[in-house]
């Protein structure tokens, strides 16, 4: 990958419904070019698909939590964890506890009952989110030097 897929990476994360003409007009490059390096890009899984970015609130979740979970039984948690719509982010991790869990519901009261579904399996440690500073924040940088 050269500074030009950088900048093609780069500018997908900030706008992912940026048509290919105008991507090619900021890259100044050709169309059949630069749909060409998103093909390769593509192939090569650097980029693995294109999403929407809902709001939460919108959708009337206005709780979001990151819970460390440790499980007494990992493959019964997992297909818990898979079936649960609250847990919108699920990762196995090292240490003390087995996972980090993002979960996002409407309330307080509904995080409580979420989390009291959850004591069957384990025992967690929540964090819940008073405010968000970021989130998502682009891979691909100015200060790596490629773009």
């Known amino acids: 990958m ?16 940026i048509t290919i003409s105008e991507m090619s007009r900021i890259i100044a490059m050709s169309q059949p070019a630069v749909t060409e390096r998103l093909r390769k890009l593509e192939e090569q899984g650097v980029i693995t698909g294109y999403q929407a970015k809902l ?9 979001t939590a990151f819970i460390l979970f440790k499980s007494n039984n990992c493959k019964e948690f997992e297909a818990f964890s898979e079936a649960a ?10 240490g003390e506890y087995n996972y980090l869990l993002k979960v996002v519901t409407e309330t307080s009261g509904t995080l409580e009952s979420f989390l009291e579904t959850c004591n ?13 500073r970021f989130e998502d924040k682009s891979l691909v940088t100015i200060d790596d030097g490629f773009i």
């Open 2 to 17: 050269d500074h030009i897929d950088f900048k093609i990476l780069s500018t997908l994360h900030d706008n992912a419904r």
């Open 55 to 63: 709001s939460p609130s919108k959708l009337g979740k206005y709780t």
């Open 85 to 94: 719509p609250e847990i919108v982010d699920f990762y196995r991790t090292s």
């Open 120 to 132: 069957t399996f384990g025992f967690s440690s929540t964090l819940v989110v008073l405010s968000t």
